[in-house]
């Protein structure tokens, strides 16, 4: 049975359980206050069945177990200042300007330098180009603007990322992420009846909460619980008949084919491999052509990430059938498109040429260690195709600008390239290459513990190598990276 904020909605192709280690909600015991049942209490009382204060705006039960207080309009006090109303036409948010809004919401107020350092420092850090619109803020913002639980889902991102500097907004990050997780298991109780705007907001959310948990280096994979959750919601959603938001779809789609592709690390049939196997919604590179948020976040590289998946289906196949006529077939086919890519970029950052070149390497190592007997101890003839691969790879990051959007592409290729790297001299360069980044973020330091943990696991036992040996490492320790 589902745990955590989905428990509530029907996702008929998942079985798996997901634990948002957020405990049962019980409430924490307090003296009893005399007062007696009564219907006008708040809704979010009446939901759950208990007895509420009608203490305004927030009754004491809210307040003590992180819930949003809602209130029936007819019994609004006059005084009270209304709360933005959610329409039930998606043209309302395409309206929205993407400027400052006249009216801040209640969820941010107070919050203020928060929602400044999202726009300011975090948004940038999560897309791939710089020359296009960044949706993170001209999309999420504006759809945050009448949901109170999408509001607590980006001060929660922001506060996490802020948190690297000032741990202080720890405690801030995880009390957002917890009302989040809260108001989003009431409202997908009502998936099924609820208006399509409802559900946007409601999608946005669950994307919020992916990247809450890449930002905080979760290392027990609740990224991909939020991500299973966001399969079934945007299939939903794509096939809504009152679907009118192209862009707004075009915005979620990207977020979950990126993410779902970086979830092919490992090449394994078990563990992390097997419960990362998400369906794409359609060939990345069809994604948002035409549209001012294109390669927001795969930047000029879509015909490289389209090989990933490709090439982790490739490994099933080589587990199955061995070097059949159709694996070498396929690896021929996949090994051409990847080796024929050429950067396309329109802008004069040399960086996307270099982190497009490092995909490719990650990608032709990717492929390489698909195919060899990982049962065997890895052969010298395996280490002379990968290692010409690394050395191009760590040539193109130590000149890739910290300050270059392609930066934001680097976890999956570097765990990749990381698990075949041997040579401690490399090692170093890559370890400080990612020490000394400017992104601030545990994500970043994350990634140097992992490697670090799989080159111990090398060092002692040469099987270890490649993407097969780090999830082994991985296994071993109990670990599961998010990966974005």
Known sequence: MWSGPWRHFNFPSFNTTVNYGMGTETDTPVPRTSYSRTRTGCLTCRRRRKKCDERRPRCVGCERNHLLCSWPHSTLDSSQEPQPQVQNETKSLSLVPA????????????????????????APRLIARRQIENPFITYNLRIA???????????????????????SYSVTARSHYAVTLRSMKHAITSWSSCSFTDRLTILASAFA?????IIDANLEGSLYHHLRACSAMLRDVEQDSRSSEPQLLGFFAEQYSYLAIAA????????????????LPQPVQNLNIGSPIHGFLFGYAH?????????????????????????QTQYAEIHSAITSWEPRTTEDDPGYEQIGHMYQAACLIFLTTATYDHSEKPTEALFSQVEPYVEIFLENFKHLSYESPAWNMFMWA???????????????VLSGILLNSTMQMCAVDSTVHCLSLHWKELDKDPAAYGPYGFERTMRLHKIDPCVG
């Not at 909460?209 to 948990?213: I, K, V």
């Not at 015909?303 to 694996?327: C, K, M, T």
């Not at 765990?415 to 170093?428: K, L």
């Open 99 to 122: 400027k400052r809004m006249p009216t801040t919401p209640a969820v941010f107020r107070g919050h203020e330098d928060l929602v400044d350092f999202f726009t300011q420092m975090t």
């Open 414 to 428: 570097t765990f990749v390239v990381g698990s075949c790297i041997r040579d401690p001299a490399q090692r170093e």
């Open 303 to 327: 015909e490289l990430h389209d090989a990933i998946p490709r090439i982790r289906n490739l490994a099933d196949r080589f587990a199955l059938e061995g070097n059949s006529v159709h694996v």
């Open 264 to 279: 092919n690390v490992s090449l394994g049939l078990s563990t992390m491999a097997t419960k990362r196997r998400p369906q």
């Open 145 to 167: 603007m009448s949901c109170d639980h999408l509001q607590h889902a980006i001060l929660a991102v922001a506060s996490c990322h802020r948190a690297y500097l000032d741990p």
């Open 209 to 213: 909460l992916c990247w809450y948990e």
